[in-house]
Structure formats: structure tokens, C-alpha cells
């Protein structure tokens, strides 16, 4: 016989159609838009349109007369002006001669398509009577790490996650930040090094920070911002130089320790400099075809640095740091973090050798991105 199931009064599980749910707040709805994107779902702005990811879309039957992609991608297309074009993330409303299906739609977003897809459009540029909810539209595409074009006011699109445009900001607000938690994690560099894992309600990525050497309040520590390079701090790759800075990191801190100071390693959850590991790996395939990193992203439709540096700020604060010596040959960085209330004492280089495959990267970081390297 089955297991004996307690009873359930007959309203169990019911709501009141007399009782209205209560409204989701600003930060659940950005966390539902941005989880209705990555699954292909539309979203629905206040007051604004509904839109379509074209990456993710699963409603196959949707068609619209206009989409939306970023300046970047629409000066591809010839249908931007200089003015737009400089700003690459920003959105571009395009109306087609015919009707967008996803079949047609895919090539507009994705350049790596350019090539297998070379006669597009005629299309035409139209301005954009929703501005605000264009641009939080672009932003969620790249926190869902998806290629930013959507299909606008699309028919057969199938139900969409409501979002408001000023959602955006409480979102991102870093108060939401606490310590999960924290214990002891001997590593190569130090068998005494401690790791504090940070979480937000609003937010699935985990960040960590690393503390080698005995806190003190006393001396500033050395601190590294080191942002998620999947194929570069695991996989060995030498296209960039994240996995060396990481290893060289760790050993200024150890020896900081040795002399009786101590260190702090921000392990930043923003792969490829804020944009997803899809997109940075998109990115890379258009480095192939002679792009450089910067072009590369301007090209997705993407800004070439999206890293949220006052969570950075916030995780020091959190461990009760005030002021630190910064280990980085990136100006913006230092910026960032005083900007955001940090208190940088030193700007402490950084800089490692290159290899053959990853010069022009550190080349374009500066000459375009204004790193201090010689």
C-alpha cells in the first residue's frame, strides 16, 4: 500500500480572486526579464513595447515589421550615422521592406553570420519614441549575455515577463551585497589564506575575495580586482594574459604576508569584462577574422568594458576595508573604486610579459582602453 497522505482542507492551494497579488518589486523583475531572455522569452516594457530576443527566441512563428539592434550593428548595415555609430551599445530602431521572421532576423544580430548571409535589408533607420526602454532593453541583453536585437511588438511572440524601465537602477544597487560566508582555504600561494563568498538576493553570481596574510587595520592591504577568465585562469589560454596576472597576484600577496602585511583578491563573477563567456567567445571569433578586442565588442553590439566595479567596492567594505594599495595598470580602475568611496593609497603596476598570441590584446589595451604599459 502507498504511503498514507495526510488531508488537506478544500481550499488548500487556493488563492482569493478578491486578494491581489502583491506587485513584484523593482529588482525581482529586472531577475525574471533577465531570465526570460536567456530562455527566449519576450519581455514587456511599461508603457513601452514588447520585445523579442532574437538570439534565444523559441516562438518560431513570430514575425515583426521593425527590430532593434545597437548602433555598432546597425553602422554594418549602413544605417547608422557618425553620431550613433560612436556609441555602439546604444539602440538603433530598424524597419524592414518585409516582414522579420527569426530566420531572417538571426543574421541582423549575429556578425559572425555576416559572411554565410553578405545581402541584407533593404531597411531603414526610424527614431525611437521609447528611448529609455530601448537602452534598459540593450543593458539586459548584455547582463543575460545575449546578442542585444530584439524583434519589437512581434505577433506570435507568446507571453511576456513584464519589466519597467527604472528597474534597472535598484537592480544594481550593491546594498543588496552581504557575506554569505567565509572559511579557511589553504592554496598554493598561502596554506593560511582565507575565502569570504559574497551574495546578492538579486543577483546568481557569487563573487569571492580571497585574504592572504593577518587583516589589520593598519596597514593597507594589496588589493587585486581580477574579473572571471574561464579560458584563461583554467584552460591555460594565451590569448589574454588573465591567468598569469591571477598566478602573480597571489604571489605579491603571499610575499605582502611574509613581511607582515597581507593582501585581499577580488574574484569578480563578470567574464570577458562584463559581457558572458558566449559573447566573449563570439568575440574571439571575429578576433580571427582580424578585428581587434574593441572592435570585436563594438562590432557584437557590446561595450567593450561593462565591469561593475562598485561591487568591487562594496565586497572591500564589506570586509572592513577602507583603504588599499591597488594592483592594476588600469587608470579606470583606480577611478572606479574612489568613485565609488574607496580610498586608493598606490596605484601598484602589474604588467607581464607578452607571447605572440597575446600582443595585439595588450596592445589595444593600450592604445585603445588607456592601460599603462609600456
Known sequence: MGKTERPYPAVYGVQSLNEAAPRPTPSRRVAQAVDALRHGWPIAFAGGPVLLPVETAIAKAATSDRMLIS?????????????????PHAPVLIRGGEAFDLASARPIADPALDLANPLKGPFKAEAIEWAGEARAAMELARIAGILPAFMVDPA???????????????????????????????VAASETAEIVAFRSADDMREHVALVIGRQTGDVAPLVRLHSECLTGDILGSLKCDCGPQLDAALAAMADEASRGSWGVLLYMRQEGRGIGLVNKLRAYRLQDQGFDTVEANERLGLPDEARDFATAARMLDLLGVRSIRLMTNNPRKVAALEAAGMTVNERVPHQLPDNPHNARYLATKRDKSGHLLE
Open 71 to 87: 548602433a555598432a550593428r546597425a553602422a554594418t548595415l549602413k544605417l547608422a550615422n557618425q553620431r550613433e555609430a560612436a556609441e
Open 156 to 186: 506570435s511572440a507568446g507571453e511576456a515577463q513584464a519589466i519597467e524601465t527604472g528597474d534597472l537602477a535598484e537592480w544594481a544597487d550593491t546594498a543588496n551585497l552581504t557575506i554569505a560566508t567565509r572559511a579557511r582555504l589553504p
